[in-house]
């Protein structure tokens, strides 16, 4: 019977796709819980953090467009010149900032599809302010929010609001971790 064998031929396709997709989903959840684990044995330095930022932020924006050519926001800086140089392991922070900045875009992103023929702009807005003896890095955008009754599980490693194949849920638990172990914090202000 030529038809169920054509068929089951599909069906032998449509199942290789799926556990193709979802063994690299779950590669990537393997790879980011040896990140997890893993200390990076890397060694503090100085780093200009407004430097560093402003190229993780360049890199975050242009990395979605590159995949997304429909993706677009606009993203404003606001550093103060006064912080200096820190102590910190540069590739640990920018770690962190890389994912702060590609989950502001995609929220950004999200409620410009839902929004999608309103005056919605999408904006992402980086600062830095040295405060006393401490710096902040402020991380802010448009887009929905985040509801109060998933506000306390965000920084829970495996805790995702993102489709299935979209995140793996470790990278805030992630980034809270490495900034905790650099001394500092990192908190959530949202509103719905």
Same mark, same amino acid.
Do not use: C, W
């Given at each position: 019977n030529?038809?169920?064998? @054509?068929?089951?031929?599909?069906?032998?396709?449509?199942?290789?796709?799926?556990?193709?997709?979802?063994?690299?989903?779950?590669?990537?959840?393997?790879?980011?819980?040896?990140?997890? #684990?893993? #200390? !990076?044995?890397? =060694?503090?330095?100085?780093t200009? $953090?407004?430097?560093?930022?402003?190229? %993780?932020?360049?890199?975050?924006?242009?990395?979605?467009?590159? @995949?997304?050519?429909s993706?677009?926001?606009?993203f404003?800086?606001?550093?103060?010149?006064?912080? *200096? @140089?820190l102590?910190v392991?540069?590739?640990d922070?920018?770690?962190?900032?890389?994912?702060?900045?590609?989950?502001?875009?995609?929220?950004?992103?999200? /409620?410009? #599809?839902a929004?999608?023929? !309103?005056? %919605?702009?999408p904006?992402?807005t980086?600062? =830095?302010?040295?405060?006393?003896? /401490?710096?902040?890095?402020?991380?802010?955008?448009?887009?929905?929010?985040?509801?109060?009754?998933?506000?306390e599980?965000?920084?829970?490693?495996?805790?995702?609001?993102k489709p299935?194949?979209? *995140? =793996? *849920?470790?990278?805030?638990?992630?980034? %809270?971790? $490495?900034?905790?172990?650099?001394?500092?914090?990192?908190?959530?202000e =949202?509103?719905?």
């Amino acid at each position: 019977n030529i038809e169920e064998i @054509k068929a089951i031929a599909n069906d032998v396709i449509n199942n290789e796709e799926k556990i193709n997709h979802h063994g690299k989903r779950a590669d990537a959840i393997v790879k980011n819980m040896l990140q997890h #684990s893993r #200390s !990076s044995g890397a =060694t503090k330095e100085l780093t200009d $953090i407004n430097r560093l930022a402003d190229e %993780y932020l360049r890199l975050s924006y242009h990395g979605l467009r590159a @995949k997304d050519k429909s993706f677009n926001a606009d993203f404003k800086t606001e550093f103060d010149d006064n912080i *200096g @140089k820190l102590d910190v392991i540069p590739q640990d922070i920018g770690r962190v900032l890389l994912n702060l900045f590609n989950n502001a875009f995609y929220a950004v992103s999200a /409620k410009a #599809s839902a929004a999608a023929g !309103s005056n %919605y702009e999408p904006l992402i807005t980086v600062s =830095t302010k040295k405060l006393n003896n /401490k710096v902040e890095i402020s991380v802010r955008d448009n887009g929905n929010g985040i509801p109060d009754s998933i506000k306390e599980k965000i920084f829970q490693p495996f805790f995702t609001t993102k489709p299935a194949g979209q *995140g =793996t *849920g470790l990278g805030l638990s992630l980034a %809270y971790d $490495i900034i905790k172990a650099h001394g500092g914090e990192l908190k959530v202000e =949202t509103k719905e």
